[in-house]
């Protein structure tokens, strides 16, 4: 993977100014009387997290669980792989990716975001007007191949007529490329929320962001190993069940999420309300149109190249594991 080098004190200021948001990779243990399972649940920035603590829908749950947070979709992936994580979440072609990477998982829930969640982002005062002038230009992607970014530039790209091998494309994680774009390291970069709307809010401008090309679907996956397993399934469940109505919660409470993420992210209220108005917050079970949607990304991936494969949707989707409780 492609790395940057920049100083210290760029990162520094990038963490004083509240964007440092890899959290610890595991949260306490949360442990209940006579406990049917322990889950590890897969979070990226925090999301689920305080999405969770704002609506307390957690609370009670016959389960014990603990938070592993990581800052995007590729390490968080590479922790389910290897069994670390129960769950995870991301977005449409983060899971295909995964999938395509052997990761034993399943597609068990829809999770129901904005487009406008992801953009292509400049320097303020940045030469470059629109997508077609990224010919002969470096645009940075976050956080690996096979990100929803990767997708959404891609796609501008082709929108715009400007052919892929005109411009040069490299992947670093979001906070060393946060801390990069922050010092001016950084020309073009492809990002998504948070790491989106904290480099507008400090100056950087759009070039186009996510919609009408991506599909702003995320998804919760599940370990086959889990899954295989009667009390962790059981327990994925009712996690799920928790997560639905904590969305509901999180529509109905606008103010009352956003002042939970910023409290858990250390984000300023102004970014974390942009943030939580636009994140992936209802929460369904995976519809036959969610299937046909996923598929569509799928297709269009490997005929890009994104994906070396085609990705079968059906094969890694399980719409057995949850039906929405009343």
Known sequence: MTSLLFPKASRRDWFKQGAALSLAA???????AQPQATLVLGDQAGGLRSLFEASRTLEGAPFAYRWANFQGAAPLF????????DTAM???????????????????????G???????????????????????KTVIVSSARGSISQ????????EAG?????VTVKFVLPTDAAAAFASKQ?????????????????????????????????????????????????????????????????????EGYAQAYSQLTRL????????????????????????VALQAVADRSARDGILPVRVDVRAITDTSVWKRTA
Not at 78 to 85: G, H, I, M
Not at 99 to 111: E, F, H, N, S
């Open 90 to 112: 991301a977005g449409d072609l983060p899971v295909l990716a995964a999938a395509v990477g052997k990761t034993p998982l399943k597609i068990v829930a829809t999770r129901v």
């Open 114 to 136: 904005k487009a406008d969640s992801l953009g292509i982002v400049v320097q303020p005062d940045s030469p470059l007007r629109s997508v077609a002038d990224l010919r002969g």
């Open 78 to 85: 590479e922790a389910q792989r290897s069994a670390a994580v």
């Open 186 to 254: 950084i020309d073009a970069w492809a990002i998504f929320d948070p790491y989106y709307t904290i480099a507008l809010q400090q100056g950087g401008r759009i070039l186009r962001d996510g919609r009408g090309i991506n599909t702003a679907l995320g998804f919760i996956t599940a370990s086959e190993y889990s899954l295989a397993d009667p009390a962790r399934r059981a327990a994925i469940v009712q996690f799920l069940d928790r997560l639905a109505r904590a969305g509901d919660w999180a529509l109905a409470n606008p």
């Open 268 to 291: 300023p209220i102004e970014s974390s309300r942009i943030i939580t108005a636009r994140a992936s917050v209802a929460g369904r079970p995976v519809s036959e149109a969610d299937i």
């Open 26 to 32: 595991a949260g306490s243990l949360r442990a209940f």
């Open 151 to 158: 997708y959404q530039l891609y796609g501008a790209l082709e």
């Open 162 to 166: 400007v052919p892929r091998s005109e």
